[in-house]
């Protein structure tokens, strides 16, 4: 199995530009969520969803929108992107059941210039 | 609300060392709690959790014990190994309305940990 895959890898964008980071899993997971890592802070949520259709805010939700029209895939917006958006983006799946192990994908890392 | 805390590092440790990395959390009711572990160039994948009071989580010669009384998660190693080094993330998973967490989890700031030979 594929488990949870992020696309891209790396990203470098302009001041105001926007894109879209892909995350897609394989699992049949209910829940998906994405954080952003940055140095010192852990990791930090941002959106999360509990299933196709349901998404809410986590953390750090500004300058960021997600949709879940399915239950494998859940992309990230970012609308106009800022250097504060310079980050490295995790996106995570899981079985609904707070005992259960998240599953994450291998990250994106984008810089904001 | 909830919160992790996890000691400063880096953490630099020769092979065959003793290993301790401490996390405390601050969360209502009876989160469950994990650490995680991320290689270089890697995603997080989980270490060991457990989920109530007094468990025991174990893997690959690392322990962690919940402890209730004391709101904490210490990572242990008796003997680490290159192989080791490392970024480590406690984590926890809150106990939400109607018994379930939506797969929110609350992080620590994570510890790198480097072992020489």
């Known amino acids: 199995n594929a488990g949870v895959t992020q696309t891209p890898k790396f990203q470098v964008l302009k001041t105001g530009q926007s894109m879209t980071l892909q995350c897609a899993q394989d699992?049949?997971?209910?829940?998906m969520s994405w954080y952003r890592q940055d140095p010192g802070m852990g990791l930090r949520l941002i959106h999360y969803?509990?299933?196709?259709?349901?998404?809410d805010q986590g953390e750090v939700p500004n300058g960021y929108n997600v949709s879940r029209s399915t239950t494998e895939d859940f992309p990230l917006r970012l609308l106009s992107a800022a250097p504060s958006q310079t980050s490295v983006y995790f996106c995570?799946?899981?079985?609904?059941?707070?005992?259960?192990?998240?599953?994450f994908g291998q990250g994106t890392r984008l810089t904001v210039v | 609300g909830n919160s992790v805390t996890q000691m400063e590092g880096p953490v630099t440790l020769s092979e065959e060392a003793f290993l301790t990395i401490n996390c405390t959390y601050t969360?209502?009711?009876?989160?469950?709690l994990f650490w995680y572990v991320q290689y270089p160039g890697e995603g997080l994948q989980l270490l060991l959790k457990?989920?109530?009071?007094?468990d025991k989580g174990s893997n690959k010669g690392f322990e962690a014990t919940y402890r209730k009384e004391t709101t904490s998660f210490h990572l242990e190693k008796g003997s680490v190994q290159v192989s080791d080094s490392a970024v480590y993330f406690c984590?926890?998973?809150?106990?939400?309305?109607?018994?379930?967490?939506?797969?929110?989890?609350?992080f620590g700031q994570g510890t790198i940990l480097t072992v020489h030979p």
């Open positions: 969803s509990v299933g196709a259709g349901i998404t």
């Open positions: 699992m049949n997971h209910e829940y």
């Open positions: 969360a209502t009711g009876y989160p469950s």
């Open positions: 984590a926890l998973s809150p106990l939400q309305a109607g018994g379930t967490s939506y797969g929110k989890l609350t």
């Open positions: 995570a799946s899981s079985y609904a059941n707070m005992n259960t192990e998240a599953f």
């Open positions: 457990a989920t109530k009071a007094d």
